[in-house]
Antibody
Framework: EVQLVESGGGLVKPGGSLRLSCAASGFTFKNSWPSWARQAPGKGLEWVGRIKSITDGGTTDYAAPVIGRFTISRDDSKNTVYLQMNNLQIEDSAVYYC??????WGQGTLVTVSS | DIQMTQSPSSLSASVGDRVTITCQASQDITTSLNWYQQKPGKAPKLLIHDAFNLQTGVPSRFSGSGSGTDFTLTISSLQPEDIATYYCQQYDSVPRTFGPGTKVDIK
């Protein structure tokens, strides 16, 4: 059974940093291109970014609002993908989801940016 | 970036009604389109991939159609458990944009 478990969310002040983790199991993680999406309270879904598999270059793509502030990385030895978020703003407050394919999503982790 | 629009933004229908939601892309995405269902406090659930392919385990009352820029999600007979918000998402190119969502409830 495919499982994705996010962690690392919490309360952070504007300008602060946070690193989210997404631990995967039940499939061959090293071949996947995991993505992050987010959902602000009461709002719609927003794609954040993704990382390709190492064999496909390991490159990353991001949505415009997070370019230069967020970085996605992976550790295939730990079956884990990370989202490093720097210079967080109030508008980054959201539930952050990772997903490994169109159908396999984690349960989400809440990030709240507030002074 | 490809922009996705959906209509209506919300709808109210009776149990058993046929419900149609449309999604439009700002440029040709062939059939690179997903439909998701999301219930409050839950992760999105994939219903349809590649514009018209029903995801395994999804009831056959859900169907998708379209290609290019115009797409449709149809619920042939609305059930109480279908109360949710529905999103389309294109995966033709990055960023993988979502539509703004359509909230469906029971009249």
């Amino acid at each position: 059974e495919v499982q994705l478990v996010e962690s690392g969310g919490g309360l952070v002040k504007p300008g602060g940093s946070l690193r989210l983790s997404c631990a995967a199991s039940g499939f061959t993680f090293k071949n996947s291109w995991p993505s992050w999406a987010r959902q602000a309270p009461g709002k719609g879904l927003e794609w954040v970014g993704r990382i390709k598999s190492i064999t496909d270059g390991g490159t990353t793509d991001y949505a415009a609002p997070v370019i230069g502030r967020f970085t996605i990385s992976r550790d295939d030895s730990k079956n884990t993908v990370y989202l490093q978020m720097n210079n967080l703003q109030i508008e980054d407050s959201a539930v952050y989801y990772c997903y490994s394919s169109h159908s396999d999503w984690g349960q989400g982790t809440l990030v709240t940016v507030s002074s | 970036d490809i922009q996705m629009t959906q209509s209506p933004s919300s709808l109210s229908a009776s149990v058993g009604d046929r419900v149609t939601i449309t999604c439009q892309a700002s440029q040709d995405i062939t059939t690179s389109l997903n439909w998701y269902q999301q219930k409050p406090g839950k992760a999105p659930k994939l219903l349809i991939h590649d514009a018209f392919n029903l995801q395994t385990g999804v009831p056959s009352r859900f169907s998708g159609s379209g290609s290019g820029t115009d797409f449709t999600l149809t619920i042939s007979s609305l059930q109480p458990e279908d109360i949710a918000t529905y999103y389309c998402q294109q995966y033709d190119s990055v960023p993988r944009t979502f539509g703004p969502g359509t909230k469906v409830d029971i009249k």
